[in-house]
């Protein structure tokens, strides 16, 4: 669980990398550089990505957005498309941690996933 939640808490910092076309050494790098054990590191790492992300993308302008660049493993998406997959990232653990709360912990967190 911790684990996971120190993902979700790097997801937004490590994916902006990725979408920069950080090389595999360097995405290596962070992560090795990066921990959050406790609930409040996660926390703050969590909104201190998330803010850095979305200030990242306000700065881009529309011919940026639409600019295309590749991961090291060769995916190649516009820097919207990237915003699109870092969304479907984040969700995609979120509702691991949801159905890990529920099934493994019977811990119903009562949060709603899609409203």
Known sequence: MGELLEHIAIICEADW???????????ETFYANVSYKTIKSIENGLMTNFHSLKNNYMKLSDTELLSRTTS???VTYTRYEWLLEILAHVYHHRGQLHAMLVHCYNQDPKI????
Do not use: H, P, S
């Not at 990398?17 to 995405?27: G, H």
């Not at 709603?112 to 409203?115: A, D, I, Q, R, V």
């Open 17 to 27: 990398r990725i979408a920069n076309e950080a090389t595999q050494e360097e995405m």
């Open 72 to 74: 090291y493993w060769g």
């Open 112 to 115: 709603l996933m899609f409203e």
